[in-house]
């Protein structure tokens, strides 16, 4: 993915502010906790009232994968600090997002006769708000802002011995492309899907941090060389 381009100012002032601080700690956002989400009964309800029982019993082993991983999602703040874990985190977020969008495109969630009741449950990074939503692309950027996430404390807690430094310099970029994404596509959500890390100021703040983080690392590797 391609590196966003921060305002020149405020980059500046962010590589100043943490060029000292970093020498010890990075920094990085936390998890978007979430809660377990129950796929089975609405799925099976829906898709054997609309679609007959042949389809469910088809598609009962997807959706209870589906239920697993978000089950296992849940537990992903326990381990924040956990380089190993996070990677595995990583990547179930990835296919979480992957998930939700399919589930998105095949599907309609709500209330209605000919949608699936079900409801995605998240909490704030920052305030730890409760946000509800039948919309799986909610849920789909949520899952995306979390690879974010996993991505910056890879780089914050990983060694930086040998090449560590070259691929925390890379997680860190990836992560700042992640955030200056979500902008965009966050706008797209109805108002009470949104929270304070899902604004357009707080993805634009964290995608400059991590782009900084990124920055100050190349800065240090060069520096080291010499």
């Excluded at 998930?99 to 305030?127: C, E, H, R, T």
Aim: charged share 20%; proline share 5%; with cysteine.
């Amino acid at each position: 993915p391609k590196t966003p381009k921060p305002q020149p100012f405020s980059i500046i002032i962010l590589f100043y502010s943490i060029r000292y601080y970093i020498l010890t700690n990075m920094i990085s956002p936390d998890f978007r906790n979430s809660q377990p989400v129950d796929f089975k009964g609405p799925a099976q309800a829906f898709i054997e009232k609309n679609h007959g029982t042949e389809l469910w019993l088809a598609l009962q082993p997807s959706i209870l994968e589906l239920e697993n991983i978000r089950k296992e999602l849940a537990n992903a703040s326990v381990y924040k600090c956990d380089t190993e874990q996070l990677h595995k985190f990583k990547e179930l977020f990835g296919k979480n997002y992957c998930n939700s969008m399919l589930l998105n495109k095949y599907f309609s969630f709500g209330p209605g006769a000919k949608q699936m009741n079900l409801k995605f449950i998240w909490f704030d990074s920052f305030s730890t708000d409760r946000v509800e939503s039948y919309s799986a692309v909610f849920d789909a950027l949520s899952s995306k802002f979390n690879y974010g996430v996993c991505l910056s404390r890879i780089a914050c807690y990983m060694s930086l011995e040998g090449d560590g430094i070259k691929h925390a310099c890379k997680y860190m970029q990836q992560a700042a492309w992640i955030f200056e994404t979500l902008k965009e596509q966050v706008s797209q959500l109805k108002p009470g899907e949104t929270s304070p890390d899902f604004t357009s100021e707080s993805l634009s703040t964290l995608s400059n941090l991590m782009l900084a983080q990124a920055q100050y690392l190349f800065y240090k590797l060069a520096s080291d060389k010499k």
